[in-house]
């Protein structure tokens, strides 16, 4: 399996933050690596997939990049809402795998 | 809009089957398109697992970790799929989610609300 790797773990931010999360691979995945927001309770939702494409409806403040075994989620500007856990996922080989999951906390 | 819903037992005794449905509204699980429709699970304050998924006609792919237990399954009249996990113990205990996954490489969108399925007896 691959292993997904996110850091760190969790991060303290302000409204209006700039916040990077990181996600490294165990093997190169190409560009097949989502991003996903999960707050208290409810299910994940698509952010970003294949490395830096927008999902519909997903404010632009969000932004994904990388390719091979690095990548990175950034929020230019930290909005009350966006508080969340947020989750990497591997597309590239089944099984499909997640990282840990970075929780980010006012 | 596609939406979709899980359904089933919230208390699974061990050794038992734990078995849950996904109806799913606003598309066809039978479509033309090759979507995988997924089964994961989220155990309390824990990560993401994928557990398998279904596509056309019937096939399935399951995480080999849960291989010899599980089975996904699909009823096209009622636009439903279901998952069993067979044997369980307390460490099945988790909240289980299924989900679209348009193509194979790309992610899951969208998620059902997810179900909590205790293991105790």
């Known amino acids: 399996d691959i292993q997904m790797t996110q850091s760190p773990s969790s991060l303290s931010a302000s409204v209006g933050d700039r916040v990077t999360i990181t996600c490294r691979a165990s093997q190169s995945i190409s560009i097949y690596l989502n991003w996903y927001q999960q707050n208290p309770g409810k299910a994940p939702k698509l952010l970003i997939y294949t490395a830096s494409n927008l999902h519909s409806g997903v404010p632009s403040r969000f932004s994904g990049s990388g390719s091979g075994t690095d990548f990175t989620l950034t929020i230019s500007s930290l909005q009350p809402e966006d508080f969340a856990t947020y989750y990497c996922?591997?597309?590239?080989?089944?099984?499909?795998?997640f990282g840990q999951g970075t929780r980010v906390e006012i | 809009q596609v939406q979709l819903q899980e359904s089933g037992p919230g208390v699974v005794k061990p050794s038992q089957t734990l078995s849950l449905t996904c109806t799913v509204s606003g598309a066809s699980i039978s479509s033309r398109g090759i979507y995988y429709w997924s089964w994961l699970r989220q155990p309390a304050g824990k990560g993401l697992e994928w557990i398998g998924h279904?596509?056309?006609?019937?096939?399935?792919n399951y995480n080999p970790s849960l291989k010899s237990r599980v089975t996904i399954s699909a009823d096209t009249s009622k636009n439903q799929f279901s998952l069993k996990l067979t044997s369980v113990t307390a460490a099945d205990t988790a909240v289980y989610f299924c989900?679209?996954?348009?193509?194979?490489?790309?992610?899951?969108?969208?998620w059902g609300q997810g179900t909590l399925v205790i293991v105790s007896s």
């Open positions: 989900a679209r996954m348009p193509g194979e490489r790309s992610g899951f969108d969208p």
């Open positions: 996922q591997q597309g590239y080989s089944t099984p499909q795998t």
């Open positions: 279904i596509y056309t006609r019937g096939s399935a």
